[in-house]
């Protein structure tokens, strides 16, 4: 297809191409649960997400196009700053906010890794939310995140997961080996506990959040393992540097813990 200008987009969805103010997109067996999901967070007055337009002439999701700048990993120095954390952190919080009350439609289909389909809503939910805040899928302008892109893998979740997701990347909740370089000396307490003030998470939120992320860590490995079976794109990923990272993260969160929960104890 030689129309409009191809979006790398998040690297496992190929076939993304932005035609004029649109980004149009593979349809996909949940596109049309996340377009009934973003038209409630427009009607709901959250502007920091694509707006839905059905579906076009060629049987392609059509989105509009959300103009600003996307990091890559390694993320850049730039993105160190704690008013980047403060920024996402409110954009989340609003997400939340805007989320919070919407029933999915009795026949919605949600997205998500091989191995997770079909068990995504099987745990305790509270809303529908993003639930995948990589790099990518987060647009800055001037220097700050104002919009979130890429609802593939939404579905409903708890707040707790959206969060500790968000801080998986941008904390980064990672041995400090498998972070970007401005990021392998960062004050991952501190980073956290930013986070936390800026979203107003709850007490019962900042005791759970650490504890959760270990098992997190050893879901994402699971999953990641499990997936790596099931499809070559996952496999790839797998063999890139997952099959490592995601157990170094798992230790390292496992020791890393009791700093991160005293520090989300202290006034901020």
């Given at each position: 297809m030689s129309e409009g200008e191809l979006l790398i987009?998040?690297?496992?969805?190929?076939?993304?191409?932005?035609?004029?103010?649109?980004?149009?997109?593979p349809l996909r067996p949940f596109s049309l649960t996340v377009q009934a999901y973003l038209?409630?967070?427009?009607?709901?007055?959250?502007?920091?997400?694509p707006l839905p337009f059905g579906v076009d002439g060629q049987g392609r999701e059509m989105l509009s196009f959300v103009p600003g700048d996307v990091p890559r990993?390694?993320?850049?120095?730039?993105?160190?700053?704690?008013d980047v954390l403060v920024a996402l952190a409110t954009l989340i919080a609003a997400l939340h906010e805007a989320s919070a009350g919407w029933a999915p439609p009795p026949d919605a289909v949600w997205g998500g890794t091989p191995a997770s389909v079909g068990r995504l809503v099987s745990e305790r939910t509270e809303l529908v939310s993003h639930c995948d805040y990589y790099p990518g899928n987060v647009v800055?302008?001037?220097?700050?995140p104002v919009a979130l892109i890429d609802f593939d893998m939404a579905h409903p979740t708890t707040r707790l997961y959206d969060i500790a997701n968000a801080l998986w990347y941008w904390a980064p909740l990672r041995d400090p080996?498998?972070?970007?370089?401005?990021?392998?000396?960062?004050?991952?307490?501190?980073?956290?506990?930013?986070f936390a003030d800026a979203y107003g998470m709850t007490a019962r939120h900042r005791a759970e959040l650490a504890p959760f992320a270990v098992d997190m860590a050893r879901r994402y490995h699971e999953d990641s393992r499990a997936s790596a079976e099931l499809d070559p794109v996952f496999r790839k990923l797998w063999e890139d540097g997952a099959k490592d990272e995601l157990?170094?993260?798992?230790?390292?969160?496992?020791?890393?813990?009791?700093?991160?929960?005293?520090?989300?104890?202290?006034?901020?």
């Open positions: 987009g998040d690297g496992v969805t190929q076939g993304i191409v932005r035609i004029g103010d649109t980004v149009r997109r038209a409630h967070l427009r009607d709901a007055g959250f502007t920091g997400a990993n390694p993320l850049p120095p730039e993105t160190v700053g704690d800055f302008r001037d220097g700050l080996r498998d972070r970007a370089p401005a990021f392998t000396g960062a004050d991952i307490p501190h980073r956290v506990a930013v157990p170094r993260a798992e230790a390292w969160l496992r020791e890393a813990a009791p700093a991160i929960t005293a520090r989300l104890g202290q006034p901020g």
